[in-house]
């Protein structure tokens, strides 16, 4: 890619003199869900799909943004004296607003820069192709201006700033630290309250982890997200008259079952169970998945399937059809549906022997009813944002 990305910037810009390479991973969440906003755990690990740059000072004030996935967009020009969000920069605003966050923090550029990118997550997935081109462009930020003040963990708080308050979507942590942390052939495990965390070694000897993609897209900013968010934040409003917590993440099922009547309303009851139960379900699947009980770890999956689909309602019928349908094959350790839901993917661990009738049965199946192929990929566990060789 790096030789497309080289052309791309030479044809655009001239020369590709003092230009340098960066990649950022997609992410996939083995389980987790909708806890990272609620002070609990989750378990993702990097992807080797991602996105890749190419960038370079200028030195006026003014940025190029560049995809070669958009190409229909041309050249998105922006300047450092007008940092703010519009509908013509479209796919823009989320490096836009990565420069914007670091201007907040005191690291507003010195200069402008060109930026030529392209992917290969596929888009509204929900394998977070919108932490990666944040976390991408924070990386790229760092090395282009030097600042080496800035942490990953910076990088990744920086991304979420962005995404929270210039492009809308009320996102947790959870994509941008696993983006900027990612490990290769490791998940993470991160207690998001404190953003503790430990790498996890994904050694599957006999399995794989394959991430199927309804293409249904999802778009968090348009979708329920942010209510979700809310729902889950009054709900621990009302818990929080009766007991000394700060997050939903401080209590166990036994706990929020004793103390849940206060919540009154029932949809945010249910919203504040799924949390409770999947951070619950999240630190029990870590410790089978490190005795070696893998089996646990998908019954745990799935179990966090029938949460999300039934309490916290961020399925779709597409989506619990993939899940249905890998579920009904032998050899299917677990499955669910990952990511912010209302479409995108399902993540599936799967035996080596029982893939190709996985990918029959789901294949098929999915096909037959909504008239269109569901895709798959086989994860590859990769590493973190990062500066490539020239
Ligand atoms: C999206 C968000 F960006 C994450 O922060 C997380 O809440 C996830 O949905 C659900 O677990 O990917």
């Not at 942390?181 to 394959?210: C, Q, V």
């Not at 917590?245 to 169970?273: S, Y």
């Not at 669910?336 to 022997?353: A, E, L, Q």
Request: glycine letters at 8%; one cysteine or more.
């Amino acid at each position: 890619m790096k030789e497309q990305l080289t052309a791309k910037f030479q044809e655009l810009f001239g020369s590709t003199e003092g230009t340098r390479l960066y990649f950022s991973p997609g992410r996939v969440n083995l389980i987790g869900e909708h806890t990272d906003y609620n002070g609990g755990h989750v378990f993702p690990c990097a992807l080797t799909l991602g996105t890749y740059g190419i960038a370079r000072k200028r030195k006026d004030r003014i940025m190029h943004f560049y995809s070669m996935n958009l190409d229909s967009f041309g050249i998105v020009e922006a300047s450092l004296d007008d940092l703010t969000n519009k509908e013509v920069y479209d796919w823009a605003n989320y490096p836009l607003g990565v420069v914007w966050a670091f201007s907040k923090r005191g690291y507003l550029p010195d200069t402008g820069f060109d930026m030529v990118i392209w992917g290969n997550i596929p888009n509204g997935s929900g394998l977070s192709s919108s932490a990666s081109l944040e976390v991408l462009t924070g990386v790229i930020l760092k090395d282009l201006f030097e600042i080496d003040k800035l942490s990953r963990t910076d990088l990744a708080l920086i991304g979420q700033y962005s995404e929270n308050n210039f492009n809308g979507c009320n996102c947790g942590i959870m994509d941008q630290f696993t983006v900027a942390m990612g490990k290769k052939d490791n998940a993470i495990f991160l207690d998001t309250a404190t953003l503790n965390f430990e790498y996890a070694p994904i050694e599957l000897d006999d399995a794989k982890i394959i991430i199927t993609n309804s293409k249904v897209k999802h778009n968090l900013v348009d979708s329920k997200y942010n209510e979700r968010r809310q729902e889950c934040a009054d709900a621990l409003a009302a818990l929080q008259e009766e007991l000394d917590i700060n997050t939903l993440g401080d209590l166990d099922m036994d706990i929020f079952d004793k103390f849940k009547d206060v919540i009154k309303d029932p949809v945010k009851t249910k919203r504040a169970k799924h949390a409770v139960a999947e951070n619950q379900r999240t630190i029990e699947a870590v410790k089978a998945l490190k005795s070696g009980d893998i089996i646990r770890f998908g019954k745990l999956m799935n179990q966090s399937h029938v949460s999300l689909r039934d309490d916290y309602e961020v399925s779709c019928e597409e989506i619990d059809l993939l899940v249905d349908l890998a579920w009904s094959v032998p050899g299917v350790i677990g499955s669910r549906i990952t990511g912010g839901g209302f479409g995108g993917c399902t993540v599936s661990i799967v035996k080596n022997d029982a893939i190709d009738t996985f990918m029959k049965t789901v294949g098929n199946g999915y096909k037959e009813c909504f008239g269109y192929d569901a895709d798959f990929y086989t994860v590859e566990i990769g590493d973190g944002a990062r500066k490539l060789d020239n």
